[in-house]
């Protein structure tokens, strides 16, 4: 089983159309945990982090379920520029450094 | 202020060579580490650097190795190369080891041909 778990997708929406993304993670003694967006060919860009009590920026809000290791990113009203592919990234420390773990990445096209 | 910044942005090798890539971080950031992305997955973790220490290792082979200098830079030494090695290799840096505030370069686009 991999340690973090995404639907690889693609997810095509048509625009201000609302869209859920989940992520499972394996391991209970992860610390920390975000999304980051990537759009084609580029680098990755941390959109938001993850919390317990759940996080809101604009359109786009984050829920942790540290019980069911589940994480999940809910966007609101669609625009056709959130067309990226979304990661899921588990932060555990491990040897006095930090682990970065990705998921595969759930991809989303937003169509007219 | 610069990003962080990675060279070369393409590279071309043939197996069995070796390839070094290089990082600069933001300045100020102390911690860099790096990834690898093969098509259609997410970033793969091969090292974490702090303070020129080595303070975590993924699970990649002992063909590839990095080290940190002085003044934070990074590289990333690659031997023997294979074919399964042709992939995007990212850079990030963070403020220090603790931080989890990661920027990404825009990455090494490596071919093994």
């Known amino acids: 089983r991999k340690e973090v778990e995404q639907d690889p997708g693609p997810f095509n929406v048509p625009e201000g159309a609302t869209v859920a993304f989940n992520c499972t993670y394996s391991?209970?003694?992860?610390?920390?945990f975000f999304w980051y967006r990537q759009d084609c060919r580029k680098e990755p860009k941390l959109l938001m982090s993850?919390?317990?009590s759940g996080n809101e920026d604009g359109r786009f809000t984050a829920q942790l379920n540290r019980a069911s290791q589940y994480i999940s990113l809910l966007i609101r009203d669609s625009k056709l520029s959130d067309s990226a592919t979304y990661l899921c990234?588990?932060?555990?420390?491990?040897?006095?450094?930090?682990?970065?773990?990705f998921g595969t990445g759930t991809q989303l096209k937003v169509e007219l | 202020d610069a990003g962080v910044t990675q060279s070369p942005t393409h590279l071309i090798k043939t197996r069995g060579q070796q390839v070094t890539l290089r990082c600069s971080p933001i300045?100020?950031?102390?911690?860099v580490s790096w990834y690898q992305q093969v098509l259609g997955q997410g970033p793969q973790f091969i090292f974490q650097?702090?303070?020129?220490?080595?303070?975590g290792r993924g699970n990649f082979p002992d063909r590839f190795s990095a080290r940190q200098f002085p003044n934070y830079s990074s590289e990333l030494n690659v031997n023997a190369l294979l074919l399964g090695d042709s992939a995007l290799y990212l850079c990030?840096?963070?403020?220090?080891?603790?931080?989890?505030?990661?920027?990404f370069g825009s990455g090494t686009r490596l071919t093994v041909v």
């Open positions: 990030a840096s963070s403020l220090y080891e603790g931080n989890y505030g990661y920027t």
């Open positions: 391991n209970s003694a992860s610390q920390s």
């Open positions: 993850v919390y317990s």
């Open positions: 990234v588990v932060i555990k420390r491990s040897g006095g450094g930090n682990k970065l773990t």
């Open positions: 300045s100020g950031h102390k911690s």
């Open positions: 650097y702090y303070e020129k220490e080595e303070r």
